[in-house]
């Protein structure tokens, strides 16, 4: 395998101002937001524990419309509630849970429009949303997933290459207006406004997952009297960290699974594990079946949405994933980097905090959404023993 660098080439701007593009400059959009108000942290905001690689929550105050809605919603299900005290046994409902086997997920219809998706996929069911581009080289069909409260989703950036507009097809099939506020072109990612104030998806991060884990993913497809409906895809994850070969995103992580088919697949669409949660969307549509991990959609979009780019910490070294087990196998460190005199040629980093490194692509793309000067600890195999060993990181060239 040719070594593949674990950040992007530090020779030219690339990784700072080239590696994002604006389109818009609201300044609500900018500056500093107040952790507690944001869906991702940086590792400098939290503890490097095992509880930080699994669920991002989410914060912020609500809309007064959404609490509005929120108490009438309270009030019904206070109804609803008393109505099943009073109503004989068999009349309430039963409960369904998922199964482990992913070819055996149930699936449910849900109402109006005849959905089939299965029960624990309804909540990010509700925070998808499909996209349209009109482009130089034709129309578009994308999908997005909101990632923060007032209709900010993320998407990928390639297919908007050539943006002439961009429209927000509604479930009843209107048409609305939606427009890209930052794209970075490192990742792949897009941060794209819509007018609907849609629920936050459910995230996860991907450092539990094995291959093997029961997945699905979620598709919108048009109906024929042209609302949307959401189909889910049962599957199974087939391998983690794997290098994204191609594209923009080249060098990046990717999610690979077999739910990824033929039926109305987008960029975009969302892979879920067996609990409803989104660890993955699509990178790009057709037969591919590779997904950019939760961790740098959210991690990019927080940092588009606080800075409108991306400013990632730099450790300095060059590698390729270390063969049999896995793991960043350091091959070269640069001149002046932050690695040097802590890693050593031949050592293989297999763990930053308590989040396991797969790969050199992993390693590349958890560094990519760390801030610089976050100080971090890496566990490194040297031939047969574990240290940890912590360092620094710095500004990126």
């Given at each position: 395998m040719t070594?593949?660098?674990?950040?992007?080439?530090?020779?030219?701007?690339?990784?700072?101002?080239?590696?994002?593009s604006t389109y818009g400059s609201d300044p609500s959009l900018r500056g500093w937001i107040d952790p507690d108000d944001r869906l991702w942290r940086h590792p400098s905001e939290v503890a490097m524990g095992a509880d930080r690689a699994a669920e991002t929550r989410l914060g912020g105050i609500r809309h007064p419309r959404t609490m509005i809605l929120i108490g009438a919603a309270a009030t019904l299900a206070a109804i609803a509630w008393a109505m099943v005290l009073i109503s004989p046994a068999s009349d309430q409902p039963t409960a369904t849970t998922a199964s482990d086997n992913a070819p055996e997920i149930p699936l449910t219809t849900l109402a109006v429009r005849g959905e089939q998706v299965p029960s624990s996929a309804e909540a990010a069911g509700r925070s998808v949303v499909q996209l349209?581009?009109?482009?130089?080289?034709?129309?578009?069909?994308?999908?997005?997933?909101?990632?923060?409260?007032?209709g900010l989703v993320a998407t990928t950036a390639n297919g908007l290459t050539g943006l002439q507009s961009l429209w927000m097809i509604g479930t009843d099939g209107r048409?609305?207006?939606?427009?890209?506020?930052?794209?970075?072109d490192s990742s792949d990612l897009a941060l794209i406004s819509v007018p609907d104030d849609l629920s936050v998806a459910p995230f996860s991060d991907d450092a539990t997952l094995t291959a093997g884990s029961a997945d699905m993913t979620l598709s919108l497809t048009a109906l024929t009297d042209g609302t949307m409906a959401l189909h889910a895809e049962a599957g199974s994850v087939t391998a983690i960290g794997a290098m994204i070969g191609s594209g923009p995103a080249k060098g990046m992580p990717g999610i690979t699974s077999t739910a990824a088919s033929a039926v109305s697949q987008e960029a975009g669409d969302p892979l879920l594990d067996k609990q409803g949660a989104v660890i993955g969307i699509l990178y790009a549509a057709g037969t591919s079946s590779t997904f950019l991990p939760t961790q740098l959609v959210l991690g990019v979009a927080d940092d588009l949405r606080s800075a409108g780019r991306v400013s990632h910490g730099w450790l300095g070294v060059r590698g390729s994933t270390a063969p049999g087990s896995g793991g960043a196998e350091v091959e070269q460190l640069m001149a002046g980097s932050p690695a040097t005199g802590m890693l050593a040629p031949g050592d293989v980093v297999v763990a930053l905090g308590s989040v396991p490194i797969r790969s050199m692509a992993d390693l590349r793309g958890r560094l990519y959404v760390t801030a610089p000067h976050t100080k971090i600890q890496l566990s490194v195999l040297e031939g047969a023993t574990t240290h940890s060993v912590d360092v620094t990181l710095g500004a990126s060239p």
């Open positions: 070594p593949t660098p674990q950040e992007p080439p530090e020779e030219g701007p690339e990784t700072e101002d080239s590696g994002s349209e581009a009109d482009t130089t080289h034709g129309v578009i069909a994308l999908a997005g997933v909101a990632v923060a409260e007032g048409r609305s207006r939606a427009s890209v506020l930052y794209t970075d």
